[in-house]
């Protein structure tokens, strides 16, 4: 849909080209639940109603049943809106291919697969698809359609599932950002409390915990307390001893923590007394460099989807700054990018610390020949280059889809 605030008059009925006087708006969506409708396809007339407020509602009101309708709405948090203007993308060429495959491993009809087949899945769909990395985010939520029919066939074996947690979290990432990813998002939240089948297998729990840490930011704040009640997080970090036992014994303790990192919607006091905990564990050498990184995306002064309201005190992240200051940045390189988030220049007073603090950083970061976008970062208000959002999501954002803050 677009929008002309010319003075140019138009009839009902007339085509008219669409040229640059056009401002054209997000996409509107809707969702029919399931069970709604017994058909396949449903014939619907547009509906326009004027509010007393003085704006246009929009339904589609059944033309079978007119007192069923569904309201249309704009999706205004995606940041790709204006990619209406050319029209949805199109469908991948072979994507059906890519759709047989998945269908092959977690249809409904169980058919005779080697464990193998599972493992080369994602090979697979490469090969039809190209490489993951170059598969925009409309195909990735075509994928994460099919994935999601046949979720339950994921619990056939520890490799079904390990798979399906993989796929479904890389093709849901970051959790918003395009129209009804809300809706996805809170499909998938629905398997959290079921949790895995195979628990017991280490990979599994590993997916499990990276699966949430990709598609956290469509998850409201009850959820995401909710996944950090479920870490083995707060009963252990406080002691360095149990921290020792669990960096070195623990497959995927490492996942966990990345992903308590990534809750940025969890109440203040929560995320404060996780921090907190965390930083007891730099007493532990190997553990360093991962509390680092968690500790710059819990005090970073710009969020990557959190309300600005979430951002730690300024008072607290300086002396979470001294204490990351304490640790050896040549050669533990995530705490001067740590230190780099926590003491970002933001521009808002009430989120930044004071200037000689972040001189202070600055020069630290000169010192090491930190990356001078880090510098940059420290010293005046500039938006993240790839290389700094990948750092601080963990992996590459799909294509077409960029963090604006």
């Not at 339904?59 to 569904?70: G, H, I, K, L, T």
């Not at 009809?109 to 170059?134: S, Y």
Request: hydrophobic share 45%; with cysteine; charged share 25%.
């Amino acid at each position: 849909m677009a929008s002309l605030s010319s003075d140019a008059a138009y009839a009902p009925g007339e085509l008219v080209a669409i040229t640059d006087e056009f401002i054209f708006l997000p996409p509107l969506t809707t969702v029919v639940p399931k069970g709604d409708e017994n058909t396949a396809q449903i014939e619907v007339h547009l509906h326009t109603t004027l509010t007393p407020v003085g704006t246009l509602e929009l339904s589609c009101v059944s033309s079978q049943a007119p007192a069923r309708r569904w309201r249309l709405e704009f999706e205004l948090r995606t940041p790709t809106a204006t990619a209406s203007r050319h029209g949805t993308s199109r469908i991948h060429p072979h994507f059906p291919e890519a759709a047989q495959r998945i269908d092959r491993i977690f249809g409904a009809q169980a058919q005779p697969v080697e464990p193998r087949d599972v493992k080369h899945l994602r090979q697979e769909l490469e090969r039809w698809l190209g490489l993951r990395e170059t598969w925009d985010t409309a195909l990735l939520r075509e994928l994460f359609a099919l994935l999601w029919e046949r979720a339950r066939r994921r619990r056939r074996s520890a490799e079904h599932e390990r798979l399906w947690l993989n796929l479904a979290g890389y093709c849901l990432r970051p959790g918003f950002g395009y129209p009804l990813d809300d809706w996805r998002a809170a499909q998938l939240w629905s398997i959290f409390p079921s949790g895995i089948q195979y628990s017991r297998d280490s990979r599994v729990r590993s997916e499990w915990w990276t699966l949430w840490r990709r598609v956290a930011g469509g998850l409201p704040e009850e959820a995401q307390i909710e996944i950090l009640d479920a870490l083995a997080l707060p009963s252990h970090v406080a002691q360095a001893a149990a921290w020792r036992a669990l960096t070195e014994g623990v497959r995927g303790y490492d996942d966990q923590i990345r992903l308590a990192a990534s809750l940025e919607r969890l109440p203040m006091e929560r995320k404060i007394a996780l921090a907190e905990g965390l930083l007891q564990g730099l007493c532990v050498p190997q553990a360093q460099p991962l509390i680092c990184w968690a500790i710059g995306r819990i005090g970073a002064r710009i969020t990557l989807y959190g309300s600005p309201h979430v951002v730690i005190a300024p008072e607290l992240a300086v002396d979470w700054l001294h204490r990351l200051l304490a640790v050896d940045w040549e050669t533990i390189e995530p705490a001067a990018f740590a230190a780099a988030q926590i003491a970002r220049m933001t521009g808002d007073r009430t989120r930044d610390l004071p200037p000689e603090v972040r001189q202070r950083v600055a020069e630290r970061l000169c010192a090491v020949n930190a990356t001078g976008a880090w510098i940059t970062m420290v010293r005046e208000v500039t938006r993240l280059d790839e290389a700094a959002e990948r750092r601080i999501f963990g992996e590459s954002l799909p294509p077409g889809l960029s963090l604006i803050r």
